[in-house]
């Protein structure tokens, strides 16, 4: 049989095969503003308890991380007197990604794969100083060149190290884990990462040099 579709002058639709009414409303309704809801968070709309503990803490815990990133970005560039000079550029991003992907592969407890990728980050960002120093001075331009040196050198070892362990299951968590990601997200993490923030946000103006 034919499949009627009737509105009902409200914004809903119903369907069926003579489209049936009954006071006025029809026993299939889906209104257009559902899906326009769900067309924006998801299969159904989301309350708003599930919003304030799923949306909210990922959205609080993206800003944080943007703000510390840019943040430590601001330092890095102030340190050096060099616009162009970021944790990619030094070498310290790869140092602290060759850091947790070996702790991953390697058996590492996943609670101290954050201590393992900072500390690979601080020993690259020492290397990367020791490189640069020439006759007890630091030249910036000696500097940069050695960070894109040392970037160079552990992004090769990280790609190596992937590349060998490829038949593993870890490889997609190791990727998981240097890619990142907000899904997982709640307010216990976002307390986490406040106190450390707000030193960074705090602390960073602290060091810059008397005049």
Known sequence: MKESVKGNGDGSFCQGKKAPMASGR????????????????????????????VRVPRICLAVLVGASLATAGTCLQALFRNPLADPFLLGIAAGGALGAAGGLLFGVPSFLI?????AMALLTAWLVYRLGRINGTVRMDTLLLAGVAVNAFLSSLLT?????????????????????????????????????????????????PCP
């Open 26 to 53: 029809c026993s299939g309704i889906f209104p257009c503003r559902h899906a326009l809801g769900s067309a924006f968070v998801g299969a159904a709309p989301l309350s708003l308890s599930q919003i304030w503990a």
């Open 114 to 118: 954050p201590a393992v990728a900072f």
């Open 160 to 208: 190596l190290l992937l590349y060998l362990n490829a038949h593993r299951l870890l490889v997609s968590a190791v990727y998981f884990w240097l890619m990142g990601g907000f899904q997982m997200a709640t307010w216990r993490e976002v307390g986490m990462v406040v106190p450390y923030a707000l030193i960074g946000f705090f602390g960073a103006p602290l060091l810059r």
